[in-house]
Each structure stands twice: as C-alpha cells, then as structure tokens.
C-alpha cells in the first residue's frame, strides 16, 4: 500500500528560526541550515520535502537524502551492495519518519521507510557513489553536510538537475573533519558561496533554538556555553 499525502502529520514551526525556515522554503529559496545539534533542522527539511513531494500534482517526483558515510567514506571495499552497506547509516531516518506520518499500526510505522523507498518516494545516496548521477525534479537534502569536504558538496551541487531544488543540514560544532588539514575552512568556504547567490537562503541556529527537552538540552548547552569543540 502507497504513503500518501494525507498520512503525513501537520508540523509547524518552532521559533523564529525553524519559522524562517518554512518561509523560505516557501518562497521556492534553497536552504542552506546550519548551527546547534538539537534545533529540528533535518526534522523540518525532511517534513518540508515529503509534503511537497507527495502532493497531488507535484512538479517534484522524489526525495534524495545524501550524507557522507563517514567514518570511512571510501565503503567501495566492503562486501554486499550499495544497500546493505549503506543500511546503517539510513537507521536515524527510520526513526525520524515515524514522526511525520500518521500510520493505522505499530506493523505499519516499522516498514514506513522501507515503502516511502521502495514507492520512490525516497532513495538514499552515499556521497562516495554520487558521480555520473543527474537529480531531475528531485528536491535533494544533504544532511549531516558539515561532514563533507568542499570537494564533496562542489560535486553535490553539480548533481541537481533540472526543476529541482536543494537543502542542507549541518553543524560545525559536530563535524568530523579535521581542522589541521583546512577540511573544515572548505565548508565555511562553500557556505559563503551559497550566501553570495540569491537563489540560496542562509539560515543560523543558535543554542537557543534547541528543540531537544531534558537532559540532551541541559548538555548541548552547557558544552556551548564551555566552548567544547570537536578536535
């Protein structure tokens, strides 16, 4: 049986940020949405590209999430398929989907994702198999896009083809790369690229727009607050 559009739940923003991000999305922009853990940016992205996609008529025909599969991105020698080595890192997804849908039973809620992808509604890419690709009316979400080198999002940016749109997630403050090597300086380089262009909309989230309740909250705020950064 088909996910339909009615299934998906209604979402709304929380606080200006997240509000800044549904206008923008709304007036066609691409978003670019960086800053704390914790504020809903993959949540609201993700939510804002399935109702577009699934709606009657829509000029968009899918959803394709990219993140790198760190931390090996070169996964080429493990054994199996591209799915099954990409399976693991396809896991938060799962979870977050069962949050935007409305579902008649528990057994329903557990193959959510799995028939979201296999209806093509969703297809997950790893950034080690994104060459030779096209996204036609597609609206791509690269998430966890603090992970990647510019070389990485320079190439993402040159897979989104025609009548489709972009949007990226990330946060400096929990990304992997090394700050001796200059990875890190790549991203704030691509960032001010994306500011520069008019198609782009740059949004920041501070720590005070942290969504996360209880003790998740209590930590991301307190390491900000100390200035603990990865290394």
């Known amino acids: 049986m088909l996910v339909r559009r009615k299934q998906l739940l209604t979402v709304k923003p929380i606080g200006p940020t997240q509000d800044k991000v549904f206008k923008a999305y709304a007036e066609g922009k691409n978003i670019f949405a960086t800053g704390s853990a914790g504020t809903?940016?993959?949540?609201?992205?993700?939510?804002?590209?399935?109702?577009?996609?699934?709606?009657?008529?829509?000029?968009?025909?899918?959803?394709?999430?990219?993140?790198?599969?760190?931390?090996?991105?070169?996964?080429?020698?493990?054994?199996?398929?591209?799915?099954?080595?990409?399976?693991?890192?396809?896991?938060?997804?799962?979870?977050l989907v069962k949050?935007?849908?409305?579902?008649?039973?528990?057994?329903e809620f557990s193959s959510l994702y799995d028939r979201l992808i296999s209806q093509g509604t969703l297809e997950f890419y790893s950034t080690s198999f994104l060459r030779g690709s096209t996204f036609d009316r597609s609206i791509i979400l690269v998430d966890e896009a603090s992970n990647l080198t510019f070389q990485e999002l320079d190439t993402i940016m040159t897979r989104v083809g025609q009548n489709?749109?972009?949007?990226?997630?990330?946060?400096?403050?929990?990304?992997d790369l090394r700050v001796h090597n200059g990875d890190r300086e790549?991203?704030?380089?691509?960032?001010?690229?994306?500011?520069?262009?008019?198609?782009f909309e740059v949004i920041e989230f501070g720590i005070g727009d942290i969504v996360r309740s209880g003790l998740?909250?209590?930590y991301l705020i307190q390491k900000d607050k100390l200035g603990v950064k990865k290394t």
């Open 99 to 107: 949050y935007l849908f409305e579902m008649p039973s528990e057994q």
């Open 40 to 95: 809903g940016k993959t949540f609201i992205l993700l939510y804002l590209a399935l109702q577009e996609v699934l709606a009657r008529g829509s000029t968009y025909d899918r959803v394709i999430l990219i993140r790198s599969l760190l931390p090996s991105r070169d996964i080429g020698f493990l054994p199996g398929t591209l799915e099954e080595k990409a399976d693991l890192y396809q896991d938060p997804y799962r979870i």
């Open 164 to 175: 489709s749109k972009i949007c990226f997630a990330g946060d400096m403050a929990q990304s």
């Open 186 to 199: 790549g991203y704030y380089n691509f960032e001010a690229i994306l500011e520069s262009m008019e198609e």
């Open 216 to 218: 998740v909250r209590s």
